[in-house]
């Protein structure tokens, strides 16, 4: 099976394929510009490597945080894909494929630099007993983490490799399915548009 994972949530827009078969990425590209290229690009290494759609097996996405419009039309291409295709969908997020990058632990508090001195945050469910280490720590960096692999999209792979989702002896992979409603951007705020 051929596993096809997007990301555009960060400066880099991303794509890879990975091949369980060979135990190997067989397509993949990290680059600079709109999110709105990757389509174009996919097509054109597609056709470069003699690759169709049909090939695919699994998707695999980012939800973010990160870029509103990246992350939008990342989503939108999974979709139309999972829909047309009839495909499973993997999902993560930003934080999770940071921990896998950056080698922590499932539970270390993060956060991720976002547009204007601002930041994306993740804390676990014992919020209250790690606030106040936690700012004091953001203050001093030591909790603040920025990707360093280029292609995300690889990386969202080897978590789901990680997570170990595709083995036969487990029924995570029963549970991946396409339901569109579950296919939503991580966000700080709702998104406020047209507001004022």
Known sequence: MKILALDSSQNL??????????????????????SSEIIEKLKNSFSHN??????????????????FTGIRNA??????????????????NSFELLRLEKKLSDNTPIAIPAFKNNFFI?????YDSLKTNFFSAIMTE?????????????????????KNILSETKSDFDV???????????YLREPSVGKK
Request: charged share 20%; aromatic share 10%.
């Open 13 to 34: 827009q991303s794509f890879a394929v990975y091949d369980t078969i060979q135990e190997k990425f067989i397509l993949g590209e990290a680059f600079p510009g709109k």
């Open 50 to 67: 003699q690759l169709k759609l049909k090939d695919i097996g699994l998707l695999a996405v980012n939800l973010g945080p990160g870029s």
């Open 75 to 92: 989503l939108c291409i999974i979709k139309t894909l999972a829909l047309e295709l009839k495909l499973k969908v993997f999902t993560t």
């Open 122 to 126: 993740s804390l676990d469910s014992n």
């Open 142 to 162: 030591t909790a603040l983490y920025e990707f360093s692999c280029e292609n995300l999209s690889e990386l969202i792979i080897r978590l789901l490799l990680r």
């Open 176 to 186: 991946l399915k396409f339901d569109p409603n579950i296919l939503k951007p991580y």
